[in-house]
């Protein structure tokens, strides 16, 4: 079974990333800074095996969420 799954965790994961990437990219334009994408494969990489070993769900950008929260001008680090 860990084979057909790790089959499908592969495209899933790149596709992922490149979403995250994309998404963080847009507003790192719209806001004046950078993003460095080595730097977030390793964040959304620790973020996602970490969890793993107690039943989460995996890391992801969600692009309705962040809209808003960028429309209200809400701040994270």
Do not use: W
């Not at 990219?25 to 970490?50: D, S, W």
């Amino acid at each position: 079974m860990m084979s057909r799954v790790a089959l499908d965790a592969i495209p899933l994961a790149v596709i992922s990333f490149a979403f995250t990437v994309s998404l963080s990219e847009m507003f790192a334009k719209k806001h004046g800074y950078t993003v460095r994408p080595n730097q977030e494969m390793v964040a959304i990489g620790l973020c996602n095996v970490v969890p793993s070993f107690f039943h989460c769900f995996t890391t992801s950008a969600a692009l309705a969420k962040t809209m808003v929260k960028d429309s209200t001008g809400c701040q994270t680090q």
